[in-house]
């Protein structure tokens, strides 16, 4: 059973960057997917980012591709989300996720453990 903590979180001004990490233990990190979501106060959690299993694919949503990037180092069971350009309306609990597939995915029904989510607020 993978287990994943997260950090990085924090206050930025906008136009700022922040890179959020999420360390995995237990399972088998590099056989499984990994994705990025949030959650603003008072909306649905939404997809960021995805990154497949050996980090050779990812892909963000498409109103944030160039600024939010993700990656991952499977040596080091750790993924990371590197978001720049940051918006008063990037402001949300972000999690990170592992699915059991070597396929990225934006839908968050295919992840089946999570982080335990991180706050970023972005200041006008």
């Known amino acids: 059973q993978v287990q994943l903590v997260q950090s990085g979180g924090g206050l930025v001004q906008a136009g700022g960057s922040l890179r959020l990490s999420c360390a995995a233990s237990?399972?088998?990190?590099?056989?499984?997917?990994m994705g990025w979501f949030r959650q603003a106060p008072g909306k649905e959690r939404e997809f960021v980012a995805t990154?497949?299993?050996?980090?050779?694919?990812?892909f963000s949503a498409a109103s944030l591709k160039g600024p939010f990037t993700t990656s991952r180092d499977n040596a080091k069971n750790t993924g990371s989300l590197q978001m720049n350009s940051l918006k008063p309306e990037d402001t949300a609990v972000y999690y990170c996720?592992?699915?059991?597939?070597?396929?990225?995915?934006?839908?968050?029904?295919?992840?089946?453990?999570w982080g335990q989510g991180i706050q970023v607020t972005v200041t006008s």
């Open positions: 996720a592992t699915g059991r597939s070597s396929y990225g995915s934006s839908l968050s029904a295919d992840y089946d453990t």
């Open positions: 237990g399972g088998t990190f590099s056989s499984y997917r």
């Open positions: 990154i497949s299993a050996s980090g050779g694919t990812q």
